[in-house]
């Protein structure tokens, strides 16, 4: 059922597929009452860019270029691990990978600091960070998934 427009009216709403163009980072902290976090931040990350589609493709391509606003995100400072904390940032992709760095005090004043490089994020994907810190070792378990793209559904004009 369509007219000169080349559109259907049949059809009172039209799905969208929309994929993700950013990076989802959660980074997890497990930790007991004997630590406190001092700081923990993600080094050089990415929060602007331009996102160019090239259509003419035989497949489209999609690429992030121009990335500015590179930052150190500080997602915690000064509070004890006898909870979990969670922290979710959306970045955008870049070629150049970040790091998590955190300073952590024991019960009893020792005074400790880690780093851990990360992989290059990737359009698309969810990233979760977990990180157990106990008085005696540091735990961590990296998992990738594909951030669930989404269907929004527009009515017709």
Same mark, same amino acid.
């Given at each position: 059922?369509?007219?000169?427009?080349?559109?259907?009216?049949?059809?009172?709403?039209?799905?969208?597929?929309?994929?993700?163009?950013?990076?989802?980072?959660?980074?997890?902290?497990?930790?007991?009452?004997?630590?406190?976090?001092?700081?923990?931040?993600?080094?050089?990350?990415?929060?602007?860019?331009?996102?160019?589609?090239?259509?003419?493709?035989?497949?489209?391509?999609?690429?992030?270029?121009?990335?500015?606003?590179?930052?150190?995100?500080?997602?915690?400072?000064?509070?004890?691990?006898?909870?979990?904390?969670?922290?979710? *940032?959306?970045?955008?992709?870049?070629?150049? $990978?970040? #790091?998590?760095?955190?300073? !952590? /005090?024991? @019960?009893?004043?020792?005074? *400790?600091?880690?780093?851990?490089?990360?992989? $290059?994020? #990737?359009?698309?994907?969810? !990233? /979760?960070? @977990?990180?157990?810190?106990?008085?005696?070792?540091?735990?961590?378990?990296?998992?990738?998934?594909?951030?669930?793209?989404? /269907?929004? @559904?527009?009515?017709?004009?």
């Amino acid at each position: 059922n369509t007219d000169d427009k080349g559109y259907g009216k049949g059809n009172a709403y039209v799905p969208v597929d929309l994929k993700h163009a950013q990076a989802k980072i959660i980074v997890k902290f497990i930790g007991t009452p004997n630590v406190t976090l001092n700081e923990a931040k993600l080094t050089d990350v990415s929060l602007t860019g331009t996102y160019t589609v090239n259509y003419n493709a035989p497949t489209p391509v999609a690429v992030w270029s121009d990335h500015s606003d590179v930052v150190d995100v500080t997602m915690a400072s000064g509070y004890g691990l006898a909870e979990s904390k969670t922290y979710t *940032l959306l970045a955008v992709p870049s070629p150049e $990978a970040s #790091e998590i760095t955190f300073d !952590y /005090t024991l @019960t009893g004043g020792a005074k *400790l600091n880690h780093t851990i490089d990360l992989t $290059a994020w #990737e359009p698309g994907k969810e !990233y /979760t960070y @977990t990180i157990t810190i106990t008085p005696m070792e540091i735990k961590f378990k990296p998992n990738v998934i594909e951030w669930e793209p989404e /269907t929004i @559904t527009y009515p017709t004009l």
